[in-house]
């Protein structure tokens, strides 16, 4: 008897969790690159640039890509094998709105299974071109738990920081 009330704790305490845990996430990240919108943008739709700025790419300069289709054109899409650091995935082009915004979709599939929809902005500044990089995606049950646990925000909000300083460094040389 006192198993089943154990285990009937349990699973009420998991659907509690479930309940309030985040069931999305949005991160994003913004610096002022001091270059025009229209030079920033051509740089920044051409996914295969991101090998030179990406956090991602530093933690796995020998991950295996496979690029198919035109780059800086929807439907292209970068594939990578990589370590664990960064996993193995893909991201596809979904839509271009050229000289503003360039929308991704990113699919996970190790270490684990996760879609989320990404995105980079520009915008004009009076110092030159604000550079917006984000990624938006749902939690679900039981996965969400996790994020009671994990600051997801700040966790890769530090590598977009990291990448966006590196793009700036890189446009601005």
């Known amino acids: 008897m006192i198993v089943l009330y154990i285990l009937g704790g349990l699973v009420a305490l998991i659907a509690l969790l479930a309940l309030i845990a985040p069931k999305s996430y949005h991160v994003e990240r913004t610096i002022v690159i001091n270059k025009p919108k229209d030079e920033v943008f051509e740089y920044l739709?051409?996914?295969?640039?991101?090998?030179?700025?990406?956090?991602?790419?530093a933690k796995d300069p020998n991950m295996k890509q496979e690029f198919v289709g035109e780059d800086a054109t929807v439907g292209f899409i970068s594939k990578w094998e990589g370590n664990k650091d960064v996993g193995v995935g893909e991201q596809e082009i979904k839509k271009i709105d050229e000289g503003h915004r360039l929308d991704t979709e990113l699919r996970f599939f190790k270490p684990w299974k996760s879609q989320s929809d990404?995105?980079?902005?520009?915008?004009?500044?009076?110092?030159?071109?604000k550079v917006s990089w984000g990624f938006t995606g749902n939690n679900p049950v039981p996965m969400n738990i996790m994020m009671l646990f994990f600051n997801f925000d700040k966790a890769v909000g530090k590598d977009f920081e990291e990448g966006?300083?590196?793009?700036?460094?890189?446009?601005?040389?």
């Open 164 to 173: 966006l300083s590196k793009l700036k460094s890189i446009l601005e040389s």
């Open 45 to 57: 739709k051409y996914i295969k640039n991101q090998d030179h700025w990406s956090p991602w790419k």
């Open 118 to 129: 990404a995105y980079i902005q520009t915008e004009d500044h009076q110092d030159g071109t």
